[in-house]
């Protein structure tokens, strides 16, 4: 028997509106999952890479060991990183979210150390001059100086994030990758391209808020553009 002429998803179009209308609950609850698996990984990505990239920076010695552990744990295959932490982790959303967190690492630090390199040696002796310690020299001078750089590498894990989420999908918490895997596996075309194309609305749309919120944050640097 051939397919209605109206039901795309009978013949298995590539772009089908049904597919959208009779799954739009499946399709929410996969990008709820892709958000929530993001936003947590980078976060705690964040929260360990800045006392990291601290340490680098008062600590030429820590530098190298630093700079070179998370540049090693970026090179290895995700396949191999989820197995590596399976034992610890077992199969769960805390496995997905570690990997991620290991792998944003190296942008985080590589990213927030050259930040705060870039601070001027004069700019910190003003401070220090000016009665400032070192909290709030850090607080006050040298994060706010740094936040471009720190912004670019967090915007970088952010959509390296979004895109390595789908490879979660083989232990079941894959966001959007869950859609993609399955819809592979049975040749469901509507199904991959629509999760494929709402992981890359998702990328852009995190990078396009991150840069406005550095922007916002950083407004002397519109003032020297």
Not at 76 to 93: D, E, H, K
């Amino acid at each position: 028997m051939t397919a209605p002429p109206g039901d795309c998803l009978a013949r298995n179009e590539w772009i089908c509106g049904a597919y959208l209308s009779s799954r739009r609950h499946i399709l929410w609850d996969a990008v709820l999952q892709h958000l929530q698996l993001t936003a947590v990984s980078v976060l705690i990505g964040l929260v360990i890479a800045l006392p990291l990239a601290l340490t680098a920076r008062h600590r030429r010695w820590a530098a190298g060991p630093v700079l070179g552990l998370t540049t090693i744990l970026y090179t290895v295959p995700s396949l191999a990183m989820f197995s590596l932490l399976l034992p610890v982790y077992g199969l769960s959303a805390s496995l997905v979210v570690a990997g991620l967190v290991l792998y944003s690492l190296t942008l985080l630090v590589r990213n927030i150390l050259a930040g705060l390199r870039a601070v001027p040696e004069e700019t910190r002796q003003a401070a220090r001059g000016m009665g400032y310690g070192p909290v709030r020299l850090l607080i006050a001078v040298e994060l706010p100086l740094a936040l471009p750089a720190a912004m670019a590498g967090l915007r970088i894990a952010t959509v390296s994030a979004v895109s390595l989420v789908t490879i979660g999908a083989i232990v079941g918490y894959g966001g959007l990758g869950n859609l993609i895997y399955s819809g592979m596996n049975t040749y469901f075309k509507a199904q991959v391209l629509t999760a494929s194309v709402l992981c890359v609305v998702i990328a852009v749309a995190a990078d396009l808020l991150l840069l406005l919120a550095q922007r916002l944050l950083t407004p002397w640097t519109r003032r020297q553009s």
